[in-house]
């Protein structure tokens, strides 16, 4: 340690006493990648100390003018240095979109040996090249947006402070996840984002009811849980790879790092290409990663927890639950892609995981109530569809939806939360006057509960027409979900088509026709959901105060809300507000996105050159296309297959406008005597969850309860029976200890001339 | 030419010597002085070691040099504890102090 | 016998006899004197390893600066010598010295019997060949030691044609430390912060001293001579007595053993 250390100290002198470089390009790049995650890491730490030092958790109202002023402190702190992470980002990319192909990888190694341990050497370093390079561009861009939207979505929340905090701790563990070189990095930061999405789910930690929804407290658990389960394989598949690298990499110099991604690389490559290395090994350890991307990436059978992450708030479900940190089990995937692409089983494997978790979650998002449960399994579905495109070696094509998904997902989320923002803030209003205007205590406690209980901010049911009063988040949400259906000439547009069209092209057609179905459904869930919100009947928010008000036997909720803005009964449709600028403003930012990002992947069989994206991110698949060539349909059929992804897509808003657009209410039952029991499946998520309670939860507890009763009689006796002994023995020894000093010195003295005695009495002089 | 050996029993004798110290007297001033010198018989063990291992390298050397920088870090906290135990215990006599006891 | 060996029994003799010295003078302040004796004589059997930098800081850190601090706090603090609490003392004056023995004679068998005197183990002094297989630029590189670089002295010098080093044992330590050990050695300088600050808070006095209370400005101030109930100078002052009535209920109680 203290060589490295050294060695900081000594580089750090050299930076400051060294002669400036001729060949500033590279060098000065290469000295400031560091800056990418160390900069969000710091707002965080700031944060975490303004936070903990002057504010704790006291609600805004209690706060002094001081105090109110360090927490928007937080937040421009932690949208100053995301802003500075993205800008060094955007530098990075575009040094490396000027670099010929050759010189497309920037490695920065050896900063620091983190573990120099025998055959063990872990250094951290970075490992940058366009696949990484475009990762951290769209996820520091979805942070900044993110955090702008925040200081809206949280104002008033008591730990906007401690919100501030956790969310830059994010976006370091994410841009460390995608920048380090090596795979215990990787596991290091794939822990990192998974507390840090433990933290954000359970931020509401103290809520007691959530609608029926799993509660913050036990959702964020379960989130972690089930990824523990995707992570132990992954974990495993690490130490395979460890292992594998032990045998193989003879003849290492000293302080070889086993684990590093050129090194493992370079090692299994040559492994397989002479035999060395079992195929099925490699085939097993691609299961081992892809099972941490499974439980990351919420793939089936491990997407359960997904849906239930929507506990946070939703500009958490935003960022991390929609736009990044999910990806990262495809990032990894394609991170690895020298070793996936050596075991077409693995490959296969993926590929049915991703096309059965892409109908999955298109099927169940066309009956969710919930408006972020919709998108909760839209999300499920479109990685589905991403880890298909890895699967059928579509590998530019999956992150080219990535990125596409990253906007237009995260654009729809923050459009639900501005929605979701201005229901509650209408029902906090309508409390509020409640309170001026009902004497009687009593009634208002029980109007208040009534209303907590029974009107859902986030039920679809309880929206409508309100593209009138929030035009900015209606229409960008609109262009957000058209590019999730694949209306043409959108992103998702291009970006499904492309996967669509890599799968015709390698030939799995059985997944084109059921990845083409699924973009049906997808299409008519997202437009369910625009319909009903938007365009559909009436506002319903005032109508469901009034029926819980009437039922706890109270007066007109919507009166109090007039009341408070001065306007009569009759006028209260004006109640629903559009959101704040500081939350409208990334919604257009990510609606220009949703359309704009789809044009730099433009289909290369008719576009050519126009291409970038494919030819920028070539570089990085470059072991993965040593294997298996890249392959393209003809630019006939790929104009057919983009005018019949078209036209399915259109198709599916068509049936969501007629289903939706009038009679909304009636859809549901409709909906039912058509698909009959496939509803009621669908309704229930497929019944996942009711199946792990019974498999794992109540058999598990009948398991612990055999166990309760060996630890009551077998453990508790061993163990109360050593401290009755203790207690006896220590009866008598305790008179050994004087309290003397020279005493213990005496016990040292005899004990050390004993052992060296004792040593040359059994080995004799 | 001095062997080693000489070295290290010459250090021996003074550890020797400094550790009978300890055990056998009673004021914690002396006994602190004692504990002095065996660090001192150590330092030239380090020392002797040093060289016999070759005139390159000056590990030996330079841990002699923080067990020193140590042993007055020791000697500074050790007498300021003495200075207050003679004050609240109103003796520095290592056989009438039994706090460690309690 | 060469004139080094002699020299180093002389220096080792002196060393072990003022050493003793420590153990047995009854006066602390002769044990600390005998003891500046003993740090100067190691001093010197450190530059016949020819480590006069760890000399020199033996003779001032040690013979200087701890032995005067141990001075000054004997000044300090007044003996009072009184009975021994501890029942083991008898075996403690008695088995001390046998332990002490017994100890020396294993660690002497350790030497005897190990490598070190079977390979012959001798001190490696530098010569020309060392030197040269050393790095280009060759630094590094103990001096000889100050006996033989003095000239009148030397015994083998100028059989193997050494030449009195430019570079000596100071510099090419502080090189050491300022490069290899770079980090232990600013670790140390905080260490050293620590101890002082360490020593200072440890060694203040407490809220009110004997003498402050003593002091008639005080006396005047204060109302009446009892601290007020649940003071902290009431709590100072009942520790104290409460110490000091079980110090001697002790005393009494070894006296009645003694009976």
New interface residues.
């Given amino acids: 340690m203290?060589e490295a250390?050294?060695s900081i100290?000594w580089s750090l002198q050299s930076v400051a006493f060294a002669e400036p470089k001729t060949d500033t390009g590279l060098e000065t790049i290469k000295s400031i990648i560091w800056l990418i995650p160390t900069l969000p890491l710091a707002a965080a730490f700031l944060n975490g100390f303004i936070a903990l030092t002057f504010l704790r958790s006291k609600p805004k109202s209690e706060l002094t003018a001081t105090q109110r002023g360090l927490r928007y402190l937080t937040s421009t702190i932690g949208i100053l240095a995301i802003a500075a992470a993205l800008l060094v980002s955007l530098i990075v990319l575009f040094f490396l979109i000027g670099q010929d192909k050759e010189h497309k990888l920037i490695q920065v190694e050896n900063i620091y040996t983190w573990i120099p341990s025998g055959d063990f050497n872990i250094k951290v370093g970075f490992n940058v090249d366009p696949l990484t390079s475009m990762m951290t561009v769209v996820v520091t861009t979805i942070s900044l947006l993110v955090h702008i939207f925040s200081t809206g979505y949280m104002r008033e929340e008591s730990g906007y402070h401690r919100f501030y905090t956790y969310l830059p701790f994010f976006t370091f563990s994410m841009l460390g996840l995608i920048l380090v070189n090596n795979f215990l990095l990787l596991y290091v930061f794939w822990e990192a984002v998974g507390l840090s999405s433990y933290l954000l789910i359970g931020y509401w930690f103290s809520k007691k009811y959530d609608w029926g929804r799993l509660l913050p407290s036990d959702a964020s658990k379960k989130a972690f849980i089930v990824n523990r389960v995707g992570d132990f394989g992954f974990g495993l598949g690490i130490m395979w790879i460890f292992v594998v690298m032990l045998n193989h990499a003879e003849g290492a110099a000293k302080g070889f790092d086993r684990l590093n991604y050129q090194n493992v690389f370079q090692v299994f490559e040559e492994g397989s290409k002479t035999g060395a290395i079992d195929h099925n090994t490699i085939t097993i350890i691609a299961i081992l990663l892809f099972m941490g991307a499974m439980g990351k990436s919420a793939q089936m059978p491990l997407q359960v927890w997904l849906p239930d992450a929507m506990a946070g708030p939703t500009p958490v479900s935003a960022l991390i639950h929609a736009a990044t940190m999910v990806t990262a089990g495809v990032y990894m995937v394609g991170r690895v892609n020298p070793i996936f692409s050596l075991s077409p089983e693995a490959m296969t494997f993926v590929a049915v995981i991703g096309i059965l978790t892409a109908f999955f979650g298109s099927t169940v998002g066309t009956t969710q109530k919930d408006i972020k449960a919709v998108m909760a399994y839209s999300t499920v579905s479109q990685l589905g569809y991403m880890f298909f495109a890895l699967g059928v070696l579509g590998w530019v094509a999956a992150f080219f939806h990535l990125m596409t998904h990253a906007f237009f997902k995260g654009l729809l989320f923050l459009g639900c939360g501005s929605i979701i923002h201005s229901n509650e803030e209408t029902i906090h209003e309508a409390l509020h006057k409640m309170h001026l205007v009902v004497k009687d205590h009593n009634l208002a406690e029980e109007i208040e509960h009534a209303i907590h209980h029974d009107v859902d901010p986030q039920d679809m049911d309880n929206m409508g027409q309100l593209i009138k009063k929030m035009p900015l988040t209606g229409w960008s949400m609109v262009v957000g979900a058209a590019a999730l259906a694949g209306v043409p000439f959108t992103a998702g547009f291009w970006s499904k088509d492309e996967i669509l069209g890599q799968a015709f092209a390698h030939g799995q057609y059985p997944i084109y026709i059921v990845g083409l179905f699924a973009a049906l459904l997808t299409a008519f869930y997202s437009f369910r959901m625009i319909f009903s919100v938007f365009f559909s009947g009436d506002y319903r928010l005032p109508k469901a105060m009034n029926r819980a008000v009437a039922r706890a036997g109270g007066v007109n909720a919507v009166e109090f809300v007039a009341q408070g803005r001065k306007t009569k009964p009759n006028q209260v449709e004006v109640i629903a507000k559009e959101s704040t600028k500081n939350m409208t403003f990334p919604l257009v930012f990510l609606g220009f996105m949703s359309i704009a990002a789809g044009y730099v992947g433009l289909p290369r069989s008719i576009f050519g050159g126009l291409s970038v994206f494919d030819s920028f991110l070539e570089a990085t698949f470059e072991p993965a296309f040593a294997q298996v060539a890249p392959k393209e349909t003809s630019a006939w059929l790929t104009v057919i297959l983009l005018i019949l992804s078209g036209a399915i897509a259109l198709t599916g808003v068509a049936i969501a406008y007629y289903m939706y657009h009038q009679n909304r209410d009636v859809a549901p039952y409709r909906a039912r005597r058509i698909a009959g029991p496939l509803y009621t499946i669908s309704k229930n998520k497929w019944y996942f969850d009711e199946a792990y309670d019974l498999l794992l939860v109540k058999s598990g507890l009948l398991f612990e309860r055999s166990l309760w009763l060996f630890d009551r009689y077998v453990i508790d006796g061993a163990v109360n029976g050593t401290g009755w002994v203790t207690r006896q023995s220590a009866n008598y020894l305790r008179k050994v200890q004087?309290g003397?000093v020279?005493?213990y010195a005496?016990y040292i003295?005899?004990g050390?001339?004993g052992v060296?005695?004792l040593f040359?009495l059994i080995n004799g002089? | 030419?001095?062997?080693?050996?000489?070295?290290?029993?010459?250090s021996?004798?003074?550890?020797?010597?400094?550790?009978?110290?300890v055990?056998?007297?009673?004021?914690v001033?002396?006994i602190?002085?004692?504990v002095?010198?065996m660090m001192?018989a150590v330092?030239?063990t380090l020392?002797?070691f040093a060289?016999?291992?070759?005139?390159?390298?000056?590990a030996g050397?330079?841990f002699?040099?923080?067990v020193?920088?140590?042993?007055?870090?020791?000697?500074?906290?050790g007498?300021?504890?003495?200075?207050?135990l003679?004050?609240?215990?109103?003796?520095?006599?290592?056989?009438?102090i039994?706090l460690l006891k309690e | 016998m060469?004139l080094?060996?002699l020299v180093?029994l002389v220096f080792?003799l002196l060393?072990?006899v003022t050493?003793?010295g420590?153990?047995i003078f009854k006066d602390?302040v002769h044990?600390?004197l005998s003891?500046v004796f003993?740090?100067a004589n190691?001093a010197g059997?450190?530059i016949?390893?020819?480590?006069e930098?760890?000399a020199a800081?033996?003779v001032l850190?040690?013979s200087g600066?701890?032995?005067v601090?141990?001075l000054f706090?004997?000044m300090?603090?007044q003996?009072?010598?009184?009975?021994?609490?501890?029942?083991?003392?008898f075996?403690?004056?008695g088995?001390?010295?046998v332990?002490?023995?017994?100890?020396?004679v294993?660690?002497?068998?350790?030497?005897?019997?190990s490598g070190?005197?079977l390979n012959?183990?001798?001190?490696?002094?530098?010569n020309n060949t060392?030197a040269a297989k050393?790095q280009a630029g060759v630094e590094?590189?103990?001096s000889v030691n100050v006996i033989q670089a003095a000239g009148p002295l030397t015994i083998?010098g100028k059989a193997d044609g050494i030449q009195p080093n430019t570079v000596g044992?100071t510099a090419?330590?502080g090189k050491?430390?300022y490069?290899?050990?770079?980090?232990?050695f600013e670790v140390?300088s905080i260490?050293?912060l620590?101890?002082?600050i360490?020593?200072?808070v440890?060694?203040r006095?407490?809220l009110v001293s004997d003498e402050e209370e003593d002091h008639p400005k005080r006396r005047g101030i204060s109302l009446g001579s009892v601290p007020a109930q649940g003071s902290l100078q009431a709590f100072e002052v009942e520790r104290?007595t409460s110490?000091?009535q079980r110090?001697k209920e002790a005393k009494k109680r070894t006296v009645i053993l003694k009976k």
């Fill in positions: 203290f250390i050294n100290i004087t003397f020279g005493n005496l003295t005899i050390l001339v060296i005695g040359y002089i | 030419m001095i062997p080693v050996s000489w070295y290290l029993i010459f021996a004798v003074l550890f020797a010597i400094g550790l009978t110290g055990l056998t007297r009673r004021n001033l002396i602190f002085m004692c002095e010198l001192n330092n030239l020392v002797a060289r016999s291992f070759g005139t390159v390298h000056f050397d330079a002699v040099i923080f020193v920088t140590v042993a007055a870090a020791e000697a500074a906290v007498l300021a504890i003495i200075v207050s003679a004050r609240q215990q109103e003796s520095i006599d290592a056989d009438q039994d | 060469a080094e060996q180093f080792a060393a072990i050493s003793l420590l153990v602390p044990c600390a003891l003993a740090f190691i059997v450190y016949l390893l020819g480590a930098f760890i800081i033996q850190v040690y600066a701890i032995l601090l141990f706090v004997m300090l603090l003996v009072r010598p009184g009975p021994s609490l501890n029942r083991l003392r075996f403690q004056s088995f001390g010295p332990l002490g023995v017994a100890f020396l294993e660690v002497v068998l350790v030497v005897l019997t070190f005197v012959g183990g001798n001190i490696t002094k530098p060392q050393m590094y590189s103990v083998q044992h090419a330590l050491e430390l490069s290899t050990y770079l980090f232990p140390a260490i050293l620590i101890a002082a360490g020593a200072i440890i060694a006095r407490s104290q110490q000091s110090r």
